[in-house]
């Protein structure tokens, strides 16, 4: 398994921006699909974005498209996701997840960051 580090959460007004970064241990990151989800206070987690092993294809929870996108540097070991016009709707802990496939699921990830907490205030 690959261990993932999240960082780059904090607060930030509505209509502002934040980058997440999620750094992976080990040689193995580009063989690993990428995928962010998030969990709200009260909330499932749910699937925000995911991104193939060569960063060809990315996918999107529809609450989202258009306002975040998910990339990688395989030489950096890392996942990013940059988020623009947040809403205080999407105040969450992101969660950083590597698996074999990109997909909306969470049970096709099985390595997962610790998670960073997302403020959006209004």
């Known amino acids: 398994q690959v261990q993932l580090v999240e960082s780059g959460g904090g607060l930030v007004q509505a209509g502002g921006s934040l980058r997440l970064s999620c750094v992976a241990s080990?040689?193995?990151?580009?063989?690993?699909?990428m995928g962010w989800f998030r969990q709200a206070p009260g909330k499932e987690r749910e699937f925000v974005a995911a991104?193939?092993?060569?960063?060809?294809?990315?996918y999107y929870a529809d609450s989202v498209k258009g306002r975040f996108t998910i990339s990688r540097d395989n030489a950096k070991n890392t996942v990013y996701l940059q988020m623009t016009s947040l809403k205080p709707e999407d105040t969450a802990v992101y969660y950083c997840?590597?698996?074999?496939?990109?997909?909306?699921?969470?049970?096709?990830?099985?390595?997962w960051g610790q998670g960073t907490q997302v403020t959006v205030s209004s």
């Open positions: 997840a590597a698996g074999a496939l990109a997909t909306p699921r969470e049970a096709d990830f099985g390595s």
């Open positions: 080990g040689r193995t990151f580009r063989s690993y699909a």
């Open positions: 991104i193939s092993r060569s960063g060809g294809s990315t």
